[in-house]
């Protein structure tokens, strides 16, 4: 089991901050962390290697995705997802919630669970509360979250409601689930409510009234404006418990990080900063800028002076924009470490204000060199 | 200039091995080598570092691919092409002429040079055996070669005649214009000849009386039964200089380089490796592989036990086909790494053979492992 050391750090009025280590058996997280997203069993474009220099101490994958390939017989042949890739720092898997709710085909939610058809060969498929946390344990992820059913933006009162009532029915299921199976690994609850605040209180409170080791916020960052994705945040966060770690799914620009932090969130993903390196969006301080841009065509300085990144510290903007224009994969690459570079440097930049007491000034030096 | 030192090794009267080192501006080339193939100012799917790391002492740039994109103006200002893309050992760029051949839209030949249209954009170029050689010293390759006339398979004796004609006509050219240009890095002259065994002794004698600081055959690996590119190479190596580097163009397969440094090749370039490794397709002392076969699926071991490559060292078969089942990018790098490894491997073997007198007993056990 997981164990969530709150470390000590000066207070600050305005911000609900919280600094940490989640102590697991493949290691330390240092909280607030950013976790780049590993879909289907490597970070996109980059390796173990890249993703170690990056500073990444966790990484996510998607059990929708691994499931349906290589598929469970092959990743339990193999010992479980650390060993099949070769990842030796701690991992989170989603349960396939949000996957069956914006990739599958035809899902079809009820009672039981969800019934889907493969995104890659259209076969038919079946996913129970209990079935979630059984291929996660395979997976052998040391954060597992539960089957959740996420809404879309926008959606009825109703509709939220019914899917907040089917999370909560299913967070049961499986907590239950994988209690008596004793699994040593941590399976954490989701909050669902979709954009109404009074839902989000009502699922943070049935949520939390189960012993999960951590909880998560999820149904967010699916196409609402956001400032009802913080209001969201704002209601739902205080409402978790101190002494668990709490997780924000799916979210997002590194603004969103800076918020949700100061809102007392621990734990992000997004394919942000992995997706944008692709398509030649790279963050600075400054903003994020696209490296096809003519006006990089005979720059000899690197993305970001200040950034230690492998990239930044080898190769101009002339040669990435050449890279990139030229669809030469070593573009993808060096894309991806400089952004994924960005957003983990950026936490432990934000890690490293709250021990000190400065996150407020830190928020205010990160707005004021974005406005530049 | 270069300064090529022959080794001493014993000698197998069976084959006409060679010992070397090329010594260049940025470092030493031990002979027999192999270069990867770095068309547009990377190596696809790989670092400087997998390169260093896969034992690469030189790399190839392409000057159409360079010429047209990024384009002299960028390059030029970037200072050469080293600079531009970080590469500090030995770097070796064509002339265009093979790719005029193979790649350009409406190249057409008259005795001046050749005029073509950009297979990027249709922009309409001319390149004549000065600017080829200009332009290759803009890029700053520490070994370029002359503007040759290539011919397909099949060509008739007249056609073959007529660029063999052409070739030696641009090779004094472009020799006259770097002379002029007392440019410190080093021209090679091209022999051509297509399948014409008095062809090719014609071309080697016109193009070895003039004083290039290196040689190499063209116009190989174009289509032709590997018989005729080994009755050819047969005929015209022992005619080019005993104290000069000999390259020969686009080979090959594994077994092309073997038989080749037997007939005294030094040199050989070939996008093989790095290409078949993004089609699934690895090398091994048994053969090639195809890496999305199913035998693989549950497969723990590494492409090749006795492989001491990165992805050798970390990966099995089963999450090597997985990530290229599922075109993942790192697919694409993991399986380049091996190849070229692959590729470099043999070579140091050859040369260790050589300086041992065992190139002969290396030859067999090579033949024997493959028909496992």
Redesign the interface.
């Known amino acids: 089991m997981l164990r969530f050391e709150r470390l000590p750090a000066p207070e600050e009025p305005e911000f609900r901050t919280r600094l940490g280590v989640i102590h697991t058996e493949h290691g330390k997280i240092p909280t607030p962390i950013f976790m780049p997203v590993g879909t289907?069993?490597?970070v996109?474009?980059?390796?173990?290697e890249d993703l170690y220099d990056c500073g990444a101490s966790i990484i996510l994958g998607n059990t929708y995705h691994l499931y349906l390939?290589?598929g469970m017989?092959?990743i339990g042949?193999?010992g479980g997802l650390h060993k099949?890739?070769?990842w030796d720092r701690p991992m989170l898997t989603d349960s396939g919630g949000f996957q069956f709710f914006s990739l599958a085909k035809l899902a079809k939610f009820n009672e039981e669970g969800v019934s889907f058809q493969s995104h890659i060969d259209g076969s038919r498929h079946f996913f129970s509360p209990e079935k979630a946390v059984d291929i996660q344990m395979m997976l052998g992820a040391d954060i597992m979250m539960s089957l959740d059913w996420c809404v879309g933006y926008p959606a009825t009162e109703q509709q939220t409601m019914t899917a907040l009532e089917r999370t909560t029915q299913w967070a049961k299921r499986g907590l239950d689930h994988w209690k008596e199976k004793e699994h040593p690994n941590n399976l954490f609850g989701i909050v669902q409510g979709g954009v109404f605040s009074h839902l989000r209180k009502l699922s943070a409170q049935q949520i939390t009234s189960m012993d999960f080791p951590g909880f998560a916020l999820g149904g967010l960052s699916v196409g609402e404006p956001a400032e009802r994705m913080y209001e969201m945040a704002d209601v739902a966060l205080p409402l978790l418990p101190q002494d668990k770690p709490r997780y924000i799914m799916g979210v997002g620009t590194p603004a969103n990080l800076v918020e949700l932090v100061g809102m007392g969130c621990d734990m992000f993903d997004c394919v942000m900063p992995s997706r944008n390196a692709r398509n030649g969006q790279l963050f600075t301080p400054r903003g994020t800028i696209n490296i096809a841009n003519a006006r990089f065509?005979?720059e000899?300085g690197p993305i970001d002076e200040a950034c230690s990144c492998y990239t930044c510290q080898?190769?101009?903007l002339?040669?990435l924009?050449?890279?990139y224009?030229?669809r030469?994969?070593?573009s993808?690459?060096?894309n991806t470490i400089h952004n994924l570079h960005y957003y983990l440097n950026l936490m432990a930049k934000i890690r490293e204000a709250i021990s000190l007491g400065q996150f407020g000034a830190f928020r205010r030096m990160f707005y004021d060199a974005l406005e530049q």
């Open positions: 289907v069993g490597s996109k474009a980059v390796s173990r390939r290589p017989e092959v042949h193999m099949f890739i070769q065509r005979l000899k080898n190769y101009s002339s040669y924009r050449h890279l224009k030229s030469e994969l070593l993808y690459r060096l």
